[in-house]
Nanobody, 122 residues
């Protein structure tokens, strides 16, 4: 059973930094994608950053140059380093994992964590 547990959210002032972590277990996909999504009330969940099993990363334009996605040395922990945070980054952040590529056209079923709240004040 795939389990994902996010941590590291909190409240920070604009310009500050946070590091999110996602502990993943229960999957053994040789080819997979791990990603961070975020969602605010009334809006669709959007992908923020993703990394595939080859280490190739993808970022949303809104976070390029500010956020960095990475995996721990154990390959089962996912991180999101968020710098130069803006009030518009305020959201619930979720990690996800699925079989296959990180392509937006992927139809693979995603496994989700419960989320961690990030609040950025101006």
């Amino acid at each position: 059973q795939v389990q994902l547990a996010e941590s590291g959210g909190g409240s920070v002032q604009a310009g500050g930094s946070l590091r999110l972590s996602c502990a993943a277990s229960g999957y053994s996909y040789s080819r997979h994608c791990m990603a961070w999504f975020r969602q605010t009330p009334g809006k669709e969940r959007e992908e923020v950053a993703a990394v595939d099993s080859d280490g190739v990363t993808i970022y949303a334009d809104s976070v390029k140059g500010r956020f960095t996605i990475s995996k721990g040395s154990d390959k089962s922990t996912l991180y999101l380093q968020m710098n130069s945070l803006k009030p518009e980054d305020t959201a619930m952040y979720y990690c996800a994992v699925w079989l296959g590529s990180c392509s937006p056209q992927s139809s693979a079923s995603k496994f989700w964590g419960q989320g961690t709240q990030v609040t950025v004040s101006s």
